[in-house]
């Protein structure tokens, strides 16, 4: 894949409409609705083909004979600021590697099924970036960070380190996570560093937690201890972070609270330990205090460290097949490269099908590319409540959300502001609205 920048494009304020109208590229246009990449102008080979797309931010290129797709990121996206009316030729991309906290418009199959492209977490997008904070598999056989047990024992004396570690800032979550932990934290003892239930100094210069999130001093860190509380901030199938794969590059053992399927992408089946298997905090807590009296009990779930990762869908459905790196990956490049190029080479299959008098490909997203379940919180024995909390309102509100874009939609009113989408949808979310109210 290689680029080629545009120079004369500057600014494109200075241009007037027919410029971008009338400009002669012959080559599918892309444009980035959302302003992503800061991209005003780059012409694009995909797959060491002949070719080639532009790619840019400036929305005028939709009047342009060759535009053809617009891509949106997930965290950016809004209802009332989309390119409405859609055309038919018109082809829409998602990318969206983050959280369910940051937009549960995605958790819905209206929204979803605007989508033609899709790259997400969820290994039935498109291109799916599951792992997408895992540089390679051998990373987690790494010894770098490696600590025995004995000298796992001898720190828990020496430095008066708890068991477990907890390392998160982000204390408002969709998961309620830390209203778990604080039940938890009753029957054993928990260091936790970050904003939530603070109760251990970082040094200053590890405290922002994105310079942070990979640093030496954090991996040698989670390496002294026992276990690590690898709870997702968001619940959905496939969400794994940092959390997850940072311990197991360590050897310390992560308590998982996430992704139903994290078991797909363990390095056995015999490496972690999931909330979900215990009916309390204080039964998770007794199968913690067993293993850290333990050793070999313990040593038991860090046999990877030591033999060929067993994990197939791990080896060979994900890693080995990942089309794309990360940290600026020299030889496969990035997934949002790696998303243009998927968009780019299906809209030239379309063509060269419609060259050949061929039914053109249909391309849509559904609702398993993304798709996530109602936020769920914690009573307060540490017991799963549905359809409960704060954050479940934000999920039920977001319907209401799409209801109504879907009724202005059907009505053919497209510029609608912010604060009108905001107005018409708590008309729908309150208890004792009538439909007549609307609009």
């Given at each position: 894949?290689?680029?080629?920048i545009?120079?004369?494009?500057?600014?494109?304020?200075?241009?007037?409409?027919?410029?971008?109208?009338k400009?002669?590229?012959?080559?599918?246009?892309?444009?980035?609705w959302?302003?992503?990449?800061?991209?005003?102008?780059?012409?694009t080979?995909?797959?060491?083909?002949?070719?080639?797309?532009?790619?840019s931010?400036?929305?005028?290129?939709?009047?342009?004979?060759?535009?053809?797709?617009?891509?949106?990121?997930?965290?950016?996206?809004?209802?009332?600021?989309?390119p409405l009316p859609?055309?038919?030729?018109?082809?829409?991309g998602?990318?969206?590697?983050?959280?369910?906290k940051?937009?549960?418009?995605?958790?819905?199959?209206?929204?979803?099924?605007?989508?033609?492209?899709?790259?997400t977490?969820?290994?039935?997008?498109?291109?799916?970036?599951?792992?997408?904070?895992?540089?390679?598999?051998?990373?987690?056989?790494?010894?770098?960070?490696?600590?025995?047990?004995k000298?796992?024992?001898?720190?828990?004396?020496?430095?008066?380190?708890?068991?477990?570690?907890?390392?998160?800032?982000?204390?408002?979550?969709?998961?309620?996570r830390?209203?778990?932990?604080?039940q938890?934290?009753k029957?054993?003892?928990?260091?936790s560093?970050?904003?939530?239930l603070h109760?251990?100094?970082?040094?200053?210069?590890?405290?922002?937690?994105?310079?942070?999130?990979?640093?030496?001093?954090?991996?040698?860190?989670?390496?002294?201890?026992?276990?690590?509380?690898?709870?997702?901030?968001?619940?959905?199938?496939?969400?794994?972070?940092?959390?997850?794969?940072?311990?197991?590059?360590?050897?310390?053992?992560?308590?998982?609270?996430?992704?139903?399927?994290?078991n797909?992408?363990?390095?056995?089946?015999?490496?972690a330990i999931?909330?979900?298997?215990?009916?309390?905090?204080?039964?998770?807590a007794?199968i913690?205090?067993?293993?850290?009296?333990?050793?070999?009990?313990?040593?038991?779930?860090?046999?990877?460290?030591?033999?060929?990762?067993?994990?197939?869908?791990?080896?060979?459905?994900?890693?080995?097949?990942?089309?794309?790196g990360?940290?600026?990956?020299?030889?496969?490049?990035?997934f949002?490269?790696?998303?243009?190029?998927l968009?780019?080479?299906?809209?030239?299959?379309?063509?060269?099908?419609?060259?050949?008098?061929?039914?053109?490909?249909?391309?849509?997203?559904?609702?398993?590319h993304?798709?996530c379940p109602?936020?769920?919180?914690?009573d307060?024995?540490?017991?799963?409540?549905?359809?409960a909390?704060?954050?479940?309102?934000?999920?039920q509100?977001?319907?209401?959300?799409?209801?109504?874009f879907?009724?202005?939609?059907?009505?053919?009113?497209?510029n609608?502001?912010?604060?009108e989408?905001?107005?018409?949808s708590?008309?729908l979310?309150?208890?004792?609205?009538?439909?007549d109210?609307?609009?």
């Open positions: 894949m290689s680029n080629i545009l120079p004369y494009i500057k600014d494109e304020e200075e241009k007037g409409d027919n410029f971008f109208v400009q002669e590229l012959n080559v599918p246009i892309l444009v980035w959302t302003p992503f990449t800061l991209d005003v102008g780059t012409y080979s995909c797959g060491g083909k002949s070719e080639q797309c532009f790619l931010n400036v929305r005028k290129y939709r009047a342009n004979k060759d535009f053809e797709a617009f891509l949106f990121y997930g965290t950016d996206f809004r209802l009332h600021d989309l859609r055309l038919p030729h018109e082809h829409w998602l990318l969206h590697e983050e959280s369910p940051n937009s549960y418009l995605f958790s819905y199959e209206d929204i979803m099924n605007l989508f033609n492209h899709s790259a977490f969820k290994r039935n997008s498109d291109l799916p970036l599951t792992t997408q904070w895992l540089s390679s598999l051998e990373d987690l056989t790494d010894m770098k960070y490696f600590m025995s047990v000298d796992k024992n001898r720190l828990q004396e020496e430095e008066n380190l708890s068991p477990v570690i907890y390392l998160q800032s982000d204390c408002n979550t969709p998961s309620d830390d209203i778990y932990i604080e938890l934290m029957y054993i003892k928990i260091d560093y970050g904003s939530c109760n251990r100094d970082l040094p200053d210069h590890l405290r922002d937690p994105i310079q942070a999130m990979e640093a030496t001093e954090i991996l040698k860190l989670v390496g002294k201890y026992k276990f690590a509380l690898a709870f997702e901030n968001a619940i959905c199938t496939d969400y794994i972070t940092e959390k997850f794969w940072r311990p197991l590059k360590t050897g310390t053992i992560p308590v998982v609270f996430g992704s139903d399927k994290f797909d992408f363990l390095p056995d089946n015999h490496s999931s909330l979900l298997d215990y009916e309390t905090p204080a039964d998770l007794h913690l205090h067993q293993l850290n009296k333990n050793d070999t009990l313990y040593d038991s779930y860090r046999e990877y460290k030591f033999k060929n990762i067993q994990n197939s869908t791990l080896v060979y459905q994900t890693m080995i097949n990942r089309t794309w990360i940290h600026n990956d020299r030889i496969k490049g990035n949002i490269n790696k998303f243009e190029c968009v780019c080479e299906r809209l030239y299959e379309n063509r060269r099908r419609k060259q050949h008098a061929l039914t053109e490909y249909e391309y849509r997203s559904t609702l398993d993304y798709g109602p936020p769920t919180t914690f307060e024995n540490g017991s799963l409540l549905q359809n909390g704060t954050w479940y309102q934000t999920y509100f977001t319907k209401c959300q799409i209801d109504v879907n009724m202005f939609i059907q009505n053919k009113y497209y609608f502001s912010e604060k989408l905001f107005r018409e708590s008309k979310f309150h208890p004792n609205f009538r439909r109210d609307l609009f």
